[in-house]
């Protein structure tokens, strides 16, 4: 059945490396969102694309995350240079609409 | 203010017991989802239901939008409905999901 995938599913790296996370959507779906969880934020928007055009990363840090989406196949996150506060579980999810589906989550650790 | 706010924020059950989960919504969200958190991280949609009631196997959800509440109604529990359970709205713009906090809930047989 469909499903958002993400790669890498963990990423331990030391502080100061570049971090890229690798999300492929639902075929079909012609929004993406990355979201960041964390047990003091909970679950909060990063970035929004809607047919690969950025439209909203207000969430984002941007002095050092970035968002694209090279093609509707794959969205990307990169953080550099990573810091240990970046440290959560970053989920992708894709839609058709309002409702969302998301990917199992990339658990970063940043030391 | 608060734009979601999921109660109870705990809740334990015995195997087999029925729970209801509440979500209350300011008037900056709509089409509430409700997705359930697995002890292994993943978030799976349980519903979609921006208003009226649908129901899943022992799962059923009712929002009242007018009312700017949905209730998640879990019968006869299951260890295998532990988790966490999260109700999200999309902001006024329809360009990102407003998350509450979250219900934990805990079944043991």
């Known amino acids: 059945d469909a499903r958002v995938t993400q790669t890498p599913r963990h990423k331990v790296t030391e502080m100061g490396q570049e971090v890229t996370m690798r999300c492929q959507p639902i075929?079909?779906?012609?929004?993406v969102f990355w979201y960041r969880q964390t047990m003091m934020q909970g679950l909060e928007l990063l970035a929004y694309f809607r047919n690969r055009a950025p439209l909203d990363d207000s969430g984002m840090p941007k002095d050092r995350f970035s968002a694209e989406m090279p093609d509707a196949t794959l969205a990307t996150l990169k953080i550099q240079p990573s810091e240990p506060r970046d440290s959560a579980v970053y989920f992708c999810?894709?839609?058709?609409?309002?409702?969302?589906?998301f990917g199992p989550g990339t658990r970063l650790t940043v030391l | 203010g608060i734009q979601v706010e999921q109660s109870p924020p705990d809740l334990i059950l015995q195997e087999g017991a029925n729970s209801t989960l509440r979500c209350n919504f300011s008037d900056s969200v709509n089409n509430l989802q409700w997705f359930h958190q697995n002890p292994w991280g993943q978030l799976i949609n349980l519903f979609y239901?921006?208003?009226g009631t649908k129901q899943n196997g022992r799962l059923s959800a009712t929002t009242v939008a007018t009312e700017r509440y949905s209730l998640l109604y879990i019968s006869s529990s299951q260890t295998t409905d532990s988790g966490v359970y999260f109700c999200a709205g999309d902001n006024q713009a329809g360009t990102a999901l407003i998350f509450g906090k979250g219900t934990t809930l805990s079944v043991s047989s």
């Open positions: 999810a894709s839609g058709r609409g309002y409702e969302q589906f």
């Open positions: 075929l079909g779906h012609n929004t």
């Open positions: 239901i921006p208003s």
